[in-house]
T-cell receptor, first 113, second 111 residues
Framework: LAKTTQPISMDSYEGQEVNITCSHN???????ITWYQQFPSQGPRFIIQ???TKVTNEVASLFIPADRKSSTLSLPRVSLSDTAVYYC??????????????FGGGTRVLVKP | NAGVTQTPKFRVLKTGQSMTLLCAQD?????MYWYRQDPGMGLRLIHY???????AKGEVPDGYNVSRLKKQNFLLGLESAAPSQTSVYFC??????????FGSGTRLTVV
């Protein structure tokens, strides 16, 4: 499984854009990049998933360069409720792999008023 | 609401006692997983299942057993609880890996 590296913590202010970059230098051809959000005392929640270029949904955008060795989660105009831990995961979507995802330590994002 | 339900939500065990954590999902997902999360750390995979009647070991399987007798249920058992198993346990399910849905967790304390 590809190892991921992301910042331990980030501070931001309400209304700002937050960008979290994740490094995954040994990403494999079949691997997808997935981001989860976890609030205290809750299970992680799926945010976004992508394979290459850019993916956007109602919550976030995911930017993946051509070499796929890193990815950036972008949260537009954050609010206090976006304070959470954000996990970057890289996993093989092949059916036989069981799609096991390995969670690292995540990035603790603190949004200040 | 559709999703993953874990029972119980809280439990205190004495060292050496046994217990079973139940995970139920109503999304007809094939894949189910058990993770543990220690304070300030990420989640670590204990066991997983890719279908009814099948289970496999994850990253930290020692001291745990699992069973998937029905597609919608995934049970995690502790035969002889140890203080090192004090943690928050999360169950998750997925449709072929396209986004995991997690339960709200079981907070287990072993004294």
């Amino acid at each position: 499984l590809a190892k991921t590296t992301q910042p331990i913590s980030m501070d931001s202010y309400e209304g700002q854009e937050v960008n979290i970059t994740c490094s995954h230098n040994n990403i494999a051809t079949n691997d997808y990049i997935t981001w989860y959000q976890q609030f205290p005392s809750q299970g992680p929640r799926f945010i976004i998933q992508g394979y290459k270029t850019k993916v956007t949904n109602e919550v976030a955008s995911l930017f993946i360069p051509a070499d796929r060795k890193s990815s950036t989660l972008s949260l537009p105009r954050v609010s206090l409720s976006d304070t959470a831990v954000y996990y970057c995961l890289v996993g093989d979507m092949a059916r036989t792999a069981g799609n096991k995802l390995t969670f690292g330590g995540g990035t603790r994002v603190l949004v200040k008023p | 609401n559709a999703g993953v339900t874990q029972t119980p939500k809280f439990r205190v065990l004495k060292t050496g006692q046994s217990m079973t954590l139940l995970c139920a999902q109503d999304m007809n997902h094939e894949y189910m997983y058990w993770y543990r999360q220690d304070p300030g750390m990420g989640l670590r995979l204990i066991h997983y299942s890719v279908g009814e009647g099948t289970t496999a070991k994850g990253e930290v399987p020692d001291g745990y057993n699992v069973s998937r007798l029905k597609k919608q249920n995934f049970l995690l058992g502790l035969e002889s609880a140890a203080p090192s198993q004090t943690s928050v346990y999360f169950c998750a399910s997925s449709y072929q890996g396209y986004g995991y849905t997690f339960g709200s967790g079981t907070r287990l304390t072993v004294v």
